[in-house]
């Protein structure tokens, strides 16, 4: 190999300029070979570290409503994480409607955070926007804050009747999962 | 130049206050850079680098790997399985690594081939042939236990099998057999160190390596020739001129790997390990990877169980004190008429001893087995230390750029010492 390489180097003495660049173009091509095949070999083993497929099977969750009195809530499991489903009363309906959203720390009505004709039920992603705790207020006995939604036992942050946030230092609405009902009494969460 | 500070020649700034205080740059540059070459390798010479790439693909794959698996005799098979069916590309990183075990026998066999042929565990690199010996030893501990992780039956009743090995050892051998299973029969606690130890091992065997190649880089490699370097006219700086080589080398063999992983990946597997280990049922046939088959047939052609298990351990062994063993001052084959006979008559022996322990030891394939097995102690305690005595080298070539065999001298013969540098060359 050393023979063929000292030849071709003496051969291509001869012809000046234009060896270089052909060298430089055998030394590029495959190095952007190595690049490439380096990328092929590094994608499976990151893309092995997203959820996997029976982990994307589970991501819908049917959620029966009619154990669920009037006043209270109930928190299911969706992605792993704690779904707040609540049966709001017509008090806390009204409240939450009412509200001006000058008012909010992050404005969005009522009406944008639950299905048409289902204003009972809402549905909230149950972690709390500032880092991540469970926010009380599910059972009619729990703390539920000045605003009668949720209270974050961690530092303190306050929800109202629609899942907004009403006093910090959360930063944002608790969030809205994607669900649909199925029939009045049911519904499908994911 | 403060005190302290290396003396570097990088040019870049940045990389400069890095390497007075560090090296590596120069290091790299010392060891993989410049670093003198013989001009002569022949493509037997690129399984080292094949080797040492194998065990990074087979570190990295392995790592993710751990990340899908669990441990637990209740849990580890349906865990291979999701990391088959469900993981993202979890089916690629573990053909990859299965089959990887292979392709990492395969050369490091051809590897050890290349070094008894050339000669390369004799003086001055025995400690180097014998860091080898170490590095095949944990590799195959590495590679068992990676076998009984996939908890299927095969996994199940190698490790049993395996792990009685040990009650061949008299008075105590029972308990450490207990000890190994940490328990009555293999189970749960044995997974759980198995998984520990195949994680750790393999890290082991890249200290191991290091060790491997500091050592080549103070004696330097042999090669085809098997006579010492004499000067920088027998050499090539390493780079470009072997890094080219090497991944020349490196291609093929990914896609010999490769063609494994895509087309063929359960050719080299047993489908019995496809059935989750029972510790009720023993398969039809115990049978260990096709690596492990030499040494399995040499076990089994002893019907003594202390004899054969010794034995085996043996055929390993014998391989340390090949370098005292051989008594020829040659190293390379093509200058030792009868022993590079013998070396290729090994490797069939080895294929005879491969095919014993594939079958069942019934009839021909025992008396096979034992020939075999015999041969393989004759060449090593019998054979090498006789032909280097008896044997008449063919006159040695005066150094790797001049590869022309001088004649003999008249009452000089042929002079293996012809290795004693000769310093009008060293121009």
Redesign the interface.
């Known amino acids: 190999?050393?023979d063929t390489?000292a030849t071709a180097g003496h051969a291509g003495s001869g012809h000046g300029p234009a060896d270089k660049s052909k060298r430089d173009f055998l030394v590029m091509l495959?190095l952007a070979g190595a690049v490439v095949g380096a990328g092929a070999i590094a994608?499976?083993?990151i893309?092995?570290?997203?959820p996997?497929?029976?982990?994307l099977a589970l991501a819908s969750t049917e959620v029966d409503l009619t154990p669920i009195s009037e006043g209270s809530g109930i928190t299911v499991m969706w992605r792993g994480k704690p779904i707040f489903v609540r049966y709001r009363t017509a008090k806390e309906i009204k409240e939450a409607e009412d509200v001006k959203l000058s008012e909010l720390i992050e404005p969005q009505a009522d009406s944008a955070r639950v299905k048409p004709g289902h204003a009972q039920w809402i549905v909230l992603i149950g972690i709390c926007t500032h880092l991540g705790c469970i926010p009380l207020g599910n059972k009619p006995t729990d703390p539920r804050g000045e605003w009668g939604g949720w209270f974050c036992p961690c530092h303190g942050s306050q929800y109202d009747t629609s899942g907004r946030v009403r006093h910090g230092p959360a930063p944002l609405n608790l969030y809205l999962p994607p669900y649909a009902f199925l029939n009045d009494k049911r519904i499908k969460i994911g | 130049m403060a005190a302290g500070l290396f003396k570097s020649e990088v040019k870049n700034p940045v990389l400069r206050w890095v390497d007075t205080r560090l090296p590596l740059i120069t290091m790299m540059q010392k060891e993989y850079g410049s670093f003198p070459t013989p001009?002569n390798f022949n493509y037997f010479w690129n399984f080292g680098a094949l080797a040492t790439v194998t065990l990074m693909i087979m570190i990295?794959?392995g790592v993710?790997l751990a990340?899908?698996y669990t441990p637990n005799a209740n849990m580890a098979f349906s865990s291979v399985q999701?990391i088959m069916?469900?993981?993202?590309?979890?089916w690629?990183?573990r053909y990859v690594h299965m089959n990887g075990a292979s392709m990492f026998f395969i050369v490091v066999y051809i590897h050890i081939f290349r070094g008894l042929y050339y000669g390369s565990y004799k003086f001055p690199r025995e400690l180097l042939w014998m860091l080898g010996v170490v590095i095949l030893l944990l590799m195959m501990a590495t590679a068992f236990m990676g076998y009984v992780l996939p908890w299927g039956q095969m996994s199940f009743w190698g490790a049993t099998v395996i792990t009685n090995l040990f009650s061949a050892i008299p008075v105590v051998g029972q308990s450490i057999v207990q000890w190994l299973w940490g328990g009555f029969s293999v189970g749960n606690p044995t997974l759980n160190r198995f998984f520990s130890l195949h994680y750790l091992l393999p890290f082991l065997i890249v200290g191991v390596v290091f060790l491997h190649v500091v050592a080549l880089h103070i004696t330097g490699s042999n090669n085809p020739l098997g006579i010492d370097v004499k000067g920088p006219q027998d050499t090539?700086p390493f780079h470009p001129?072997y890094t080219?080589?090497d991944?020349v080398g490196l291609c093929v063999f990914l896609l010999i790997w490769a063609a494994f992983v895509f087309f063929m990946p359960n050719l080299l597997g047993d489908t019995i390990n496809s059935i989750p280990a029972n510790p009720l049922q023993t398969p039809a046939d115990v049978v260990p990877e096709w690596y492990f088959l030499p040494f399995y047939a040499i076990l089994r052609s002893v019907p003594n169980k202390v004899l054969g298990v010794a034995l085996m351990f043996a055929s390993i062994g014998v391989l340390f004190v090949l370098p005292w063993l051989d008594t020829s001052p040659v190293r390379s084959c093509r200058f030792r008429p009868i022993y590079r006979i013998l070396v290729p008559l090994l490797v069939v022996d080895l294929f005879a001893l491969g095919y014993v322990g594939a079958h069942h030891p019934q009839g021909f394939v025992v008396l096979l087995g034992r020939v075999a097995t015999a041969w393989y102690f004759l060449h090593f305690l019998v054979f090498t230390p006789l032909v280097g005595w008896f044997e008449t080298p063919l006159p040695l070539p005066e150094s790797i750029a001049k590869p022309i065999v001088r004649k003999p001298h008249s009452g000089g013969g042929p002079i293996p010492g012809g290795a004693v540098a000769k310093p009008m060359e060293n121009a």
Do not use: C, E
């Open positions: 190999m050393a390489l495959p994608w499976p083993l893309d092995s570290m997203n996997s497929s029976d982990v | 001009r990295m794959t993710f990340m899908n999701h069916r469900d993981v993202n590309y979890g690629l990183i090539l001129y080219v080589k991944s």
